[in-house]
């Protein structure tokens, strides 16, 4: 067994330091809303998208919310062969021949402050035959990317570091074990975020080989490695280093019943198209909406699956499963390859669509319910230090510039739909305070609100703190706090 909540306090802190959002912020393991509430039923959710409707209308945020997806559309492709399962072992093992309808595992992964890496590829496969071979690649790769080749917004924490070769790599079933040469030389952490950025990336890319999901990394013949702060003490699962709270799928799934307005729904077919996107809403948020062309769907269910990516070769380590009423009019698998969206694919079957999106990970997803269109819009993810159970905040995003007049964006579900916020500035003075709702009334379905912020010319200057909460029903305590720092320079 292992200490799973020391994994995360450690690089909870270390993901803090890097947005320097709060002195420490421990994400320990523990259940995120979801979780908290594996199953939600009835609810005239239609009805209370016809309010959504109104009051987003009122709030000027329709547009934002009708960003479902830039135009990447669920593209039609025959279904997907199953590979052949490979078991690995500590000898190494090889698995040949061309894969149908495969994902691109040929990628490193690399660093954002303050959220989780993303993919990069370069090539690997031809020159690497077992799968110990191919992580040990991916790893090597790492420190020889330079910087002025990897993406806008990207950064490569290894690049010109302590490890500058030589990896040795054993596999025992869904766990690799990976020695690192450093000479015994500890690495090099002289930024902020380097410290986050170097384990996540390490532990993103040793485990993007299919069929591993859990790395431990040592170095020099079996030491215990560290990376400033952060030991790695025990195996790692991405969930480990994303920096979200832990999603635990055992726990988890969100059910409605969806009644229809004008009650019974009505009998005509049910249509549906579907869109996605990925930093597009807001950065490090992935967006999947399925909008209902014609008829009502009286039901819908989501839940997280967990993956063998050896042999479903179209999927990522989970799968959010979305289960629908209607009939997709692009039914098939649209190969996505942007992090965390690996792929999305849809079935119908008996006047039901099931929609699978491949993930890089697990992480939490918030469901929102609309109307004129009917929509429901999915969102995972966002910056870590931005989202609790209940607050997800898009706009102001972690390290914007404090200035006197910004707009607050994001998605909440709090009792009685209502959201309380307030400024810090630099000497932690509140300097602003005030209220909004958000346009679903439900306290356990999320809705959008934006809210205008003035910042008094009495602040002190230097960086603010954005907070949002909702108080208590109960005893008036703070609930889902976040705390997004706007920083100076």
Not at 55 to 71: D, E, H, N, S
Not at 401 to 414: C, E, H, K, N
Not at 467 to 473: F, R
């Amino acid at each position: 067994m292992t200490d799973d909540r020391n994994d995360e306090e450690i690089l909870g802190r270390a993901l803090a330091r890097a947005v320097e959002t709060q002195d420490v912020r421990e994400t320990p393991f523990e259940s995120s809303r979801l979780a908290a509430h594996p199953a939600r039923r009835g609810g005239s959710l239609w009805q209370l998208a016809s309010v959504a409707a109104v009051l987003v209308a009122a709030l000027g945020i329709g547009a934002w919310l009708a960003r479902p997806a830039a135009p990447e559309p669920v593209a039609a492709s025959p279904t997907p062969t199953p590979a052949a399962t490979v078991t690995p072992n500590p000898t190494p093992s090889v698995t040949t021949g061309p894969q149908p309808f495969t994902l691109d595992h040929d990628l490193i992964y690399l660093g954002r402050i303050g959220l989780p890496p993303v993919g990069f590829h370069v090539p690997i496969g031809a020159l690497a035959a077992t799968k110990e071979d191919r992580i040990a690649a991916r790893v090597t790769s790492l420190r020889a990317l330079r910087p002025d080749a990897a993406p806008p917004g990207t950064r490569n924490f290894l690049w010109n570091n302590t490890f500058q070769g030589g990896v040795n790599v054993t596999i025992s079933g869904e766990l690799a074990t990976v020695d690192l040469l450093l000479e015994n030389k500890p690495w090099s952490v002289p930024e902020i975020g380097a410290e986050a950025g170097i384990v996540q990336q390490l532990v993103y890319t040793a485990t993007e080989e299919p069929g591993i999901r859990v790395v431990l990394f040592t170095h020099d013949r079996g030491q215990q490695m560290r990376v400033g702060e952060f030991v790695f003490s025990q195996p790692l699962t991405r969930e480990n280093v994303s920096g979200y709270r832990r999603v635990d799928p055992q726990l988890m799934g969100e059910e409605w019943v969806l009644a229809c307005s004008p009650d019974p729904c009505p009998s005509q077919p049910i249509r549906l198209t579907s869109s996605h996107s990925v930093d597009y809403v807001a950065m490090g948020v992935t967006r999947f909406a399925i909008q209902v062309e014609s008829g009502q769907p009286p039901t819908l269910q989501v839940a997280p699956i967990k993956m063998d990516d050896s042999v479903a070769t179209w999927a990522g380590k989970y799968v959010l499963r979305i289960d629908i009423a209607g009939v997709e009019a692009n039914p098939g698998l649209a190969i996505v390859e942007r992090s965390p969206l690996r792929s999305v694919r849809s079935q119908v079957d008996s006047g039901r669509t099931t929609y699978e999106l491949a993930l890089d990970d697990l992480r939490p997803w918030r469901v929102v319910m609309l109307k004129d269109p009917q929509r429901i819009v999915i969102d995972l993810g966002g910056y870590p230090s931005s989202i609790s159970d209940t607050i997800a905040v898009y706009s102001p995003a972690p390290g914007d510039p404090p200035v006197r007049q910004f707009t607050a964006i994001g998605l909440a579900s709090a009792f009685d739909a209502t959201i309380s916020w307030r400024v810090r500035d630099s000497t932690q003075r509140v300097v602003a305070s005030g209220t909004t709702r958000t346009s679903i009334v439900m306290s356990h379905q999320w809705g959008p609100f934006q809210f205008p912020v003035q910042i008094p010319s009495t602040a002190t200057p230097g960086d603010l703190w954005l907070e949002l909460y909702w108080l208590s029903p109960n005893d008036g305590s703070e609930q889902g706090l976040v705390r997004v720092q706007l920083k100076v320079g």
